[in-house]
């Protein structure tokens, strides 16, 4: 059994529809996988019937600490996601897409780019417009090579704009209130001084199985759960597309997803909410 607790879909900036994303987990053995698109549950809302049982509801949080992003999935327990997410994520889509206008804008102007502000916004009613979106229509627009591209969307590019000022602890206690299981998501991504930040024991789990991880960081981060008395996640973070690695990529299994099954409510042998 293979169990990825981290992917998009196109309700974010990914590129696969849940049906799409829901065939790509079956052809890579994945039994169950989460939606966490970046901080929005429209994605999540829009699961269908017939896949609720093994698509596990959830979002990807932005926070903000010493100068990076610090990024938390919430798998909601019992499959339920409250009204107040529901609304913060309709307000959040709009601060997404007057960034992304504010970022593209500046990309034109400092480093003399093409944009297509039309094309990247034509769906910013339902999807969470993010760096992968405007990265992709970069590329599109400039013939740029995905390592290129990124140099412009990248925290350190003069056009770069912070998403959040939440703080982590605040981001964990917002989730907390709102029926989710908390993860800290890519650790392995965070500076050093960054992770020494932040308080694990608040998590409930940390992602120490994630595609870009290193020789022993698994297990460096194995231990730091073991000592914060949190569990261990893992997730490929598949957005579709070449900027990340494919469903499937990083899993947990049966007997690792076992605890974070029983914290949310779903039953691991049955693939059903309890």
Same mark, same amino acid.
């Given at each position: ?9 196109? #309700?974010?900036?990914? *590129? $696969?529809?849940? @049906?799409? !994303?829901?065939?790509?987990? +079956?052809? /890579? ?81 400092? #480093?003399?780019?093409? *944009? $297509?502000?039309? @094309?990247? !916004?034509?769906?910013?009613? +339902?999807? /969470? ?96 759960? +073991? ?48």
């Amino acid at each position: 059994m293979k169990v990825d607790l981290h992917n998009h879909s196109y #309700y974010s900036d990914g *590129v $696969d529809s849940i @049906d799409g !994303l829901a065939k790509k987990a +079956k052809l /890579a053995g994945v039994s169950v996988f989460a939606l966490t698109d970046h901080d929005s549950v429209i994605g999540a809302l829009n699961i269908p019937e017939n896949l609720k049982n093994t698509i596990l509801p959830g979002i990807e949080l932005s926070t903000y600490l010493n100068g990076e992003s610090v990024h938390i999935v919430g798998l909601f327990k019992d499959g339920v996601i409250p009204d107040e997410m529901i609304k913060f994520s309709k307000d959040f889509l709009a601060k997404r897409k007057e960034r992304a206008i504010q970022m593209m804008n500046k990309i034109k102007e400092i #480093y003399g780019l093409n *944009v $297509d502000l039309d @094309d990247l !916004l034509k769906s910013a009613d +339902k999807t /969470a417009v993010t760096r992968g979106n405007m990265l992709r229509n970069l590329m599109k627009c400039n013939e740029l090579t995905l390592q290129e591209a990124q140099l412009y969307i990248s925290n350190k590019s003069k056009a770069y704009i912070p998403m959040s000022k939440m703080l982590p602890n605040d981001g964990i206690d917002f989730l907390k209130r709102n029926n989710c299981f908390t993860i800290l998501a890519h650790p392995v991504l965070l500076k050093k001084e960054t992770l020494e930040m932040l308080d694990l024991s608040l998590f409930d789990a940390i992602e120490a199985r994630y595609p870009k991880n290193g020789t022993g960081d698994f297990e460096y981060f194995a231990n730091l759960a +073991k000592q914060h008395k949190i569990l261990i996640s893992a997730g490929s973070d598949c957005h579709g597309d070449l900027s990340h690695s494919n469903i499937g990529t990083s899993c947990l299994t049966k007997e690792e997803f076992k605890p974070i099954a029983f914290s949310i409510g779903y039953d691991e042998e049955e693939l059903k909410w309890k």
